[in-house]
């Protein structure tokens, strides 16, 4: 459908950020603006997601129930209606009955004056970047207001990954390298314990407001996916790769803990759940640069085989290619990621 000229407008807004670029979290932000400023969504959670297992971290977020965080993340996550892992367009809550809307609208939203809750889900061929959500307390959300949405999907879901493709500047010699670091969770997804040096890394990943404790909001979202695997809703891991700062990547995980032997047996949900943080490994690394990047096929299997220690014509060999096509392949890879040559590339691409 054509656009009403206030969302053309705003659209051709959002088009000039997206081509600014800049960070992911000043991206968003930026984008924010626009979207309330036309949309008028009082409430929003921007999250930034792997773009293999779709979890999401990092968020730029004002929740309408602040203090129940950690159930509304598990709750967003046990929900099937608009999950962003299965949405093709931008969708809103109010195009489903009441009975189709799922947990985190019967159990949270409804009860706390949300009037509806537009989503959208910015995925390309390379993976999934990032998801929106939108609340209203006054006003359902229109056809051109989704029809917006949808189309500023695609610049940004660009934007999104050329912001993560920034992200990769070789780590400093000497750089902190962090050990695990583990976060103890109650089924509720409530902290009941974490190692010392976890606080400091929340706050990298959401600085939180002078004088208050950092939100572990990647934490509650890597175990609200365990949460939804165990219930059958999405299949993905529960796992997320996250910039930090520098260069350095950080990868999350979740796993319920076994009591051990003679403990008893309790039912798996009953169970704690256990989140680690530790630097995200150069393969899984080198998978974000990769996409991030844009890198095709045949780029990222000759890079792979780079990271290996491969030379050009190890590399050919293992590619059934001659030496000259893996150097065009070469020369397209140093263009697609701003390096000039293999040391660089591999010191971005791997963070050694």
Known sequence: MALPAAHARSRERVLRICATGGDAHALRVRLLREFRALLGAESFAFLLTDPVT??????????????????????????????????????????????????????????????????????????????????????????????????????????????????????????????????????????????????????GLIPPEEGRAPVPAAAYNVAAQLLAREAGVDPHPARARVHLADGLWLTLRAARIDDGPGAGVPAPSDREIAVTIEETTPADRLDVFCRAHGLTARETELLGHLADGADTGTAAHAMSLSAHTVQDHLKSVFTKTGTRHRRGLLARALGT
């Open 54 to 203: 779709a979890v999401g971290c990092a968020p730029v977020a004002r929740v309408p129930v602040l203090p129940e965080l950690p159930r509304l993340i598990q709750l967003k996550y046990l929900t099937r209606a608009d999950r962003w892992t299965s949405l093709a367009g931008a969708a809103a809550l109010s195009g489903l009955p009441e009975g189709e809307r799922g947990p985190l609208w019967e159990e949270l939203l409804r009860p706390a004056g949300v009037r509806d809750v537009a989503s959208a889900v910015f995925r390309d061929r390379f993976g999934c970047w990032g998801f929106l959500d939108l609340w209203r307390y006054g006003a359902e959300f229109g056809a051109a207001d989704l029809a917006f949405l949808d189309a500023v999907a695609g610049p940004i879901t660009e934007a999104l990954r050329r912001a993560q493709a920034g992200a990769f500047p070789a780590r400093p010699p000497g750089a902190d390298r962090p050990g695990p670091l583990v976060l103890l969770l109650s089924p509720d997804l409530r902290v009941r314990g974490q190692t010392p040096g976890a606080p400091a890394y929340l706050a």
